[in-house]
């Protein structure tokens, strides 16, 4: 076994400890949760996807990106159960095959740069940095658009808290989005674009009452904020 597939055993390892301290945590202050399919779908989604961030905090490790593809799957399922279609797509549609062309391009990259330097994560040119917010942007209206006209899940909500939650979901995709095709490049600002991410799905686990996705995300964003330390202290050594 290489060192890169030692070093996922030990991530996916640690992910399934993390997780059934989560689920421990939950027992022992007996927080309300519902078990069924969704929960099912949603512990998988967590394990592999505690173990793919850890494991492609290291810029050289392309292999977390198979747990990427499961927890997305995974993630689709559990929204699409949910009756979420918005989230649904987001994970489906966009994740799954940006996480798929992830893992090509960081493992070709592997494969032919092998023995040469070691890569050295950089941030994009603020050009191009104003070029992906406004995209961000475009994304967000877009998003909140299509919710406002073609799902009807919060409409009974008043006026400022519809447009609160979503909005909040609105930009949990665009920046999800964004986020994803930066990882496949390995740019820095992917990982700002995730902590806004994990970030909003913290605040729409309160909204929409999932207290097992609440302990998730808070997860996700601490582990999100060490990767982009990680690549900091990469780029900076």
Not at 16 to 22: F, V
Not at 75 to 101: E, H, K, R, W
Not at 125 to 154: E, G, H, R
Request: with cysteine; proline share 2%; charged share 15%.
């Amino acid at each position: 076994m290489t060192d890169i597939w030692k070093s996922t055993t030990k991530n996916l390892l640690f992910a399934l400890c993390l997780t059934s301290a989560l689920l421990a945590v939950i027992h022992l202050v007996k927080i309300p949760i519902v078990i069924d399919k969704t929960m099912a779908f949603s512990i998988l989604s967590t394990i592999t996807g505690v173990g793919y961030i850890l494991t492609i905090r290291n810029p050289e490790n392309y292999t977390g990106f198979y747990f990427g593809v499961i927890s997305s799957a995974c993630l689709g399922v559990q929204m699409m159960l949910s009756g979420n279609l918005d989230q649904t797509f987001l994970y489906l549609a966009i994740f799954v095959p940006c996480q798929s062309s992830s893992l090509i391009n960081w493992r070709k990259k592997y494969f032919t740069k092998k023995g040469d330097e070691n890569f050295v994560p950089q941030f994009l040119k603020i050009k191009t940095q104003l070029i992906f917010l406004l995209i961000f942007i475009i994304l967000t209206i877009a998003d909140y658009v299509f919710m406002s006209k073609y799902l009807s899940l919060y409409n009974k909500e008043g006026f400022f808290s519809n447009f609160i939650i979503k909005i909040i979901f609105a930009i949990m995709v665009s920046s999800s989005i964004l986020a994803n095709i930066l990882l496949i490049v390995k740019r820095m600002d992917c990982w700002i674009y995730w902590i806004i991410y994990s970030g909003l799905a913290v605040i729409s686990a309160v909204i929409i009452k999932n207290n097992f996705n609440l302990l998730l995300f808070i997860f996700f964003l601490i582990i999100n904020s060490l990767c982009f330390i990680s690549w900091l202290k990469l780029r900076k050594s």
